[in-house]
């Protein structure tokens, strides 16, 4: 898993070679390009996945609703088939899998197909049953993951299905600025991450003070309410701790009732256009004697000055500061498993490919 995590500048490179030319700010993702105009034409996106994958459909859901201006809806696929939810010819519906091969997401598949929508795979494993039974799709080429936990297919889908927004809008003149802005923060992502990942030492202390705890509780809003359910996610999946992602905005609405100064607490609070709603969250936190660590901006001193306990990483464009912010507690939860024993590539009972429903 460690190799996995150190691997992320390289695979993001890999998902986005060939496909993303920045001298003239074009995005071509080969797998689609033949049905690029009928999803134009759709009425709204579903992104139907499980667990990790279904989180990168959480972190872009926003980029692609401001890209495409289309609803888009994020299902988790075991609830999708539960709910028998009303699916149309003009819907487009993606299932994203690392394996390609996850029971519920392709029953889901077949659930689409069989009401006519436009079906598009986004897997790491080509000749998947996804992959051949979709209508069309793209390959993450992250290569091979081998731990249970996912990490880099992680951000690889997330780059993929951020590029295919900015493929989506390439005729609209009102979205060139901020589709300029967006590919010129893909070009710096691989060296924002190696940036991020020379922090291993930092989170490696961090990880000694916490691996004693029961709980750990992970705060955010805006593009980081998905980093807050992957990073509880991974920690609950190596560590075997109880951990929780929450929706800042839904604080005073139950989960405050959990802080005291005994309570880990981990916020993320970056400079995009929530950054006041979640200062007033820290504030919350504390003014309950909550001592929260605080991933935030290198360059928010604001936050640095305020806050005893921060992670700093790198800016960003807003749409991708959650591959950045990510990464921190994915090597968290890998040194909080090494820390508590436990082995971090095979954690108890759980598969790297779910293929039972």
Same mark, same amino acid.
């Given at each position: 898993? $460690?190799?996995?995590?150190?691997? @992320? #500048?390289?695979?993001?490179?890999?998902?986005?070679?060939?496909?993303?030319?920045?001298?003239?700010?074009?995005? /071509?993702?080969?797998?689609?390009?033949?049905?690029?105009?009928?999803? $134009?034409?759709?009425?709204?996106?579903?992104?139907?996945?499980?667990?990790?994958?279904?989180?990168?459909?959480?972190?872009?859901?926003?980029?692609?609703?401001?890209?495409?201006?289309?609803?888009?809806? =994020?299902?988790?696929? +075991?609830?999708?088939?539960?709910?028998?939810?009303?699916?149309?010819?003009?819907?487009?519906?993606?299932?994203?899998? @690392?394996?390609?091969?996850?029971?519920?997401?392709?029953?889901?598949?077949?659930?689409?197909?069989?009401?006519?929508?436009?079906? !598009?795979? *986004?897997? /790491?494993?080509?000749?998947?049953?996804?992959?051949?039974?979709?209508?069309?799709?793209?390959?993450? /080429?992250?290569?091979?993951?081998?731990?249970?936990?996912?990490?880099?297919?992680?951000?690889?889908?997330?780059?993929?299905? !951020?590029?295919?927004?900015?493929?989506?809008?390439?005729?609209?003149?009102?979205?060139?600025?901020?589709?300029?802005?967006?590919?010129?923060?893909?070009?710096?992502? #691989?060296?924002?991450?190696?940036? =991020?990942?020379?922090?291993?030492?930092? %989170? $490696?202390?961090?990880?000694?003070?916490?691996?004693? @705890?029961?709980?750990?509780? *992970?705060?955010?809003?805006?593009?980081?309410?998905?980093?807050?359910?992957?990073?509880?996610?991974?920690?609950?999946?190596?560590?075997?701790?109880? +951990?929780?992602? *929450?929706?800042?905005?839904?604080?005073?609405?139950?989960?405050?009732?959990?802080?005291?100064?005994?309570? #880990?607490?981990?916020?993320?609070?970056?400079?995009?256009?929530?950054?006041?709603?979640?200062?007033?969250?820290?504030?919350?936190?504390?003014?309950?004697?909550?001592?929260?660590? =605080?991933?935030?901006?290198?360059?928010?001193?604001?936050?640095?000055?305020?806050?005893?306990?921060? %992670?700093?990483?790198?800016?960003?464009v807003d749409c991708l500061q959650g591959i950045l912010s990510v990464i921190p507690l994915q090597l968290l939860a890998f040194?909080?498993? =090494?820390?508590?024993?436990?082995?971090?590539?095979?954690?108890?009972?759980?598969?790297? +490919?779910?293929?039972?429903?």
């Open positions: 898993m $460690q190799k996995e995590i150190f691997e @992320q #500048p390289e695979s993001v490179v890999n998902t986005m070679r060939g496909r993303v030319n920045f001298d003239d700010y074009t995005v /071509n993702l080969g797998g689609l390009k033949d049905h690029i105009k009928e999803i $134009q034409r759709c009425r709204r996106l579903i992104l139907i996945a499980c667990g990790t994958s279904y989180h990168a459909g959480v972190a872009t859901r926003q980029v692609l609703e401001e890209l495409t201006e289309l609803p888009v809806m =994020v299902e988790l696929a +075991s609830d999708f088939l539960d709910r028998n939810t009303p699916v149309f010819r003009d819907d487009v519906c993606f299932f994203i899998s @690392q394996s390609g091969e996850t029971a519920d997401t392709l029953m889901g598949l077949r659930y689409c197909k069989e009401r006519g929508a436009l079906t !598009v795979g *986004i897997t /790491n494993t080509v000749g998947s049953s996804i992959s051949r039974e979709t209508d069309c799709g793209v390959h993450i /080429n992250a290569g091979p993951e081998i731990g249970v936990a996912s990490t880099k297919a992680y951000t690889s889908q997330f780059v993929s299905l !951020v590029m295919f927004a900015l493929m989506m809008c390439d005729d609209r003149i009102s979205m060139q600025e901020r589709r300029k802005e967006i590919m010129l923060g893909l070009k710096r992502l #691989p060296d924002l991450i190696k940036e =991020v990942l020379s922090m291993d030492d930092e %989170i $490696q202390k961090l990880a000694t003070e916490l691996y004693h @705890q029961k709980s750990v509780l *992970i705060m955010g809003r805006g593009y980081h309410y998905a980093t807050c359910l992957e990073g509880a996610l991974k920690i609950k999946e190596i560590t075997y701790m109880h +951990s929780e992602g *929450i929706l800042a905005g839904e604080l005073k609405h139950g989960p405050l009732a959990l802080v005291d100064k005994l309570m #880990p607490v981990i916020m993320i609070i970056m400079r995009d256009h929530t950054y006041a709603k979640c200062q007033n969250a820290l504030q919350q936190v504390v003014a309950r004697q909550g001592r929260p660590v =605080v991933i935030c901006d290198k360059e928010d001193t604001e936050t640095i000055k305020n806050t005893k306990r921060t %992670i700093k990483v790198p800016h960003s040194h909080l498993a =090494v820390l508590r024993g436990y082995d971090v590539d095979f954690p108890r009972n759980l598969a790297k +490919s779910v293929t039972v429903e």
